[in-house]
Each structure stands twice: as structure tokens, then as C-alpha cells.
């Protein structure tokens, strides 16, 4: 049982570049996150989704788009890398958004933008 | 706005106990959680508290006063692996996360 899986876990980008970075969950989640961690702060969270085919805005979206086709993934997009956009990112996956649900992350992707 | 408080760093000594303040500050509360996160690595959930009082698990207890604002986690018999990250967060009114920046616990032998 894999959880939560993250690809690339470290990836180095010229400002301006595009990339995507994948999440897949083969737990049959319904709800899955984007996270940053960045050095004394707490976790931010960039967008979200509640199921296949919807996806939210949270706290810090600017510049990033994500895309949810199917249940068990989810897609996060820098369409122009910023230098601001270094960053570990997380995804996570949970059952619901409410109650005791616990979040599952993946082991991250280390972003530096150049 | 919303915040949650905690120390940025603890030092303690193996087979000690040690406790992590947290204080909040949310748009409502449904729930408190405790992640441990060692460097390099995802968190992994600790803990949950909906309602007043003790949560024990094993070395780790969490308690929580609504009232207060206030939670902590408490580490009981400290050992090398516990030298980690400890993330407070809190769900508020509208089902979000609200995370603390975390807690630093350094274990000295």
C-alpha cells in the first residue's frame, strides 16, 4: 500500500519555466491538498479538491493551477516559475474535510527556482 | 486574522518528559491535531482533540482547553527518534487546516 506517492521529490527551475508535479493516492480518498512549507512557517495551503473534477482556491493559490480528472490524482502546475515559488511542497490526501480525518502526505518535492 | 502559537524550539533529554505548548487564535474550532514531522520528512498524524481533557496514546498525551485556547503535547520516557518537528493545527468553522510553524525538540542523550 503505497498512500500517498509525489513525483518529482526534487526538481530545479529557471524563472519563467513550467512544470507539473504529480500526486497519486490509492486509498480512495476523496479529498486531496497542495501545501508549501517554507523555513518558520506553518503549512500553507495552495488549493484543494473535495472529489474527482472539482478543485478550490486556498490560503496562497496565485500562480499555481491544479487539475483533478481523476479520483486518485492530483495535479499541481507552476505555469511561470518565480524565485518566491521555492519551496517543499506537500500533497495529502483524507476520507472527508471534517471530523477527526486524518491527513496523509506524501514524502514532498523539493522546488528551487533559479 | 487566524493564528496558532507555538515555541520554535525545545531541547529536552532522552528518557525525560517534555511539553509543547500550543495556543490558538481561529474563526471557530472543530478540532485540534498533533503531526510529527522528522527533517527531510511528511508529517504523520499524532493526535486529535475535539473536546476538553486528556487524549493519551502510549509516550504521547495531548490535552485541550477550549476555553483557553490552548492545547499541548506531552512526550513522556523522550528517546533519540523523537527528536523531530511537532505541528499544532487547527480546523476551524469552515473545515480548514490552520497550521502552527512547528515545534523544534531536540533530544540530547
Known amino acids: 500500500n503505497a498512500g500517498v506517492t509525489q513525483t518529482p521529490k526534487f526538481r530545479v527551475l529557471k524563472t519563467g519555466q513550467s512544470m507539473t508535479l504529480l500526486c497519486a493516492q490509492d486509498?480512495?480518498?476523496?479529498?486531496m491538498y497542495w501545501y508549501r512549507q517554507d523555513p518558520g512557517m506553518g503549512l500553507r495551503l495552495i488549493h484543494y479538491?473535495?472529489?474527482?473534477?472539482?478543485?478550490a482556491k486556498g490560503e496562497v493559490p496565485d500562480g499555481y493551477n491544479v487539475s483533478r480528472l481523476k479520483k486518485q490524482n492530483f495535479l499541481l502546475g507552476l505555469e511561470s516559475a518565480a524565485p518566491s515559488q521555492t519551496s517543499v511542497y506537500f500533497c495529502?490526501?483524507?476520507?472527508?474535510?471534517?471530523?477527526?480525518?486524518?491527513?496523509?502526505f506524501g514524502a514532498g518535492s523539493r522546488l528551487t527556482v533559479l | 486574522g487566524q493564528n496558532i502559537d507555538q515555541p520554535t524550539e525545545m531541547t529536552a533529554t532522552e528518557g525525560a518528559i517534555v511539553q509543547i505548548n500550543c495556543t490558538y487564535q481561529?474563526?471557530?474550532?472543530?478540532?485540534l491535531f498533533w503531526y510529527q514531522q522528522h527533517a527531510g520528512e511528511a508529517p504523520t498524524f499524532l493526535s486529535y482533540?475535539?473536546l476538553d481533557g486528556l487524549e493519551e496514546k502510549g509516550r504521547f498525551s495531548s490535552f485541550l482547553s477550549r476555553s483557553k485556547g490552548y492545547s499541548y503535547l506531552l512526550l513522556k520516557e523522550l528517546q533519540m527518534k523523537d527528536s523531530a518537528s511537532y505541528l499544532c493545527?487547527?480546523?476551524?468553522?469552515?473545515?480548514?487546516?490552520?497550521w502552527g510553524a512547528g515545534t523544534k525538540l531536540i533530544i540530547k542523550p
Open positions: 495529502a490526501s483524507s476520507l472527508s474535510g471534517s471530523g477527526a480525518n486524518v491527513l496523509t
Open positions: 486509498m480512495n480518498h476523496e479529498y
Open positions: 482533540n475535539v
Open positions: 479538491s473535495v472529489g474527482e473534477g472539482t478543485t
Open positions: 493545527a487547527v480546523r476551524d468553522s469552515n473545515y480548514q487546516l490552520i
Open positions: 481561529t474563526s471557530g474550532f472543530n478540532g
